[in-house]
């Protein structure tokens, strides 16, 4: 949709870290509650990083993402970390950032790079909306 955000790239931060992949199967194997209650905490987490951040219209169009991961260190498995990728995409939405996290808006493709930085662990997501 042109004119959306006259299509300039959008640049949201958000700090800490998110569980792993390994985490959250563990808490899903020991009490689907536990994964529950972690899943709304980083949700929400994220939700509010986006509101704080973002002040333009509701994304409806096709996007690229492109997740730029900020670790304490390099123990832990790219493939694990990823998954925070699912908190994020449901704070957005949760944020009226974007319509959904279907296909019509995810479907532009979604990256994800890796680097470490001990003192301030951070995911540095890049949406860039689609020229219709």
């Known amino acids: 949709m042109k004119g959306e955000n006259?299509?300039?790239?959008?640049?949201?931060?958000?700090?800490?870290?998110?569980?792993?992949?390994?985490?959250?199967?563990?808490?899903?194997?020991?009490?689907?509650?536990?994964?529950?209650t972690e899943k709304s905490k980083f949700t929400k987490i994220a939700h509010i990083d986006a509101i704080a951040q973002y002040r333009g219209p509701v994304i409806e169009s096709q996007c690229n993402f492109q997740f730029n991961w900020f670790l304490k260190n390099d123990k832990t498995d790219p493939d694990n970390i990823t998954v925070g990728q699912k908190y994020i995409f449901d704070g957005l939405v949760n944020a009226g950032v974007l319509k959904d996290d279907g296909i019509e808006i995810l479907g532009g493709g979604i990256t994800h790079f890796f680097a470490v930085d001990k003192?301030?662990?951070?995911?540095?997501l890049t949406i860039t909306i689609n020229a219709q």
């Not at 003192?119 to 540095?124: H, L, S």
């Open 6 to 36: 006259d299509l300039k790239p959008i640049h949201l931060t958000f700090p800490g870290s998110y569980p792993t992949l390994n985490k959250v199967i563990a808490n899903a194997k020991k009490n689907w509650g536990l994964y529950a």
């Open 119 to 124: 003192d301030n662990p951070r995911c540095e």
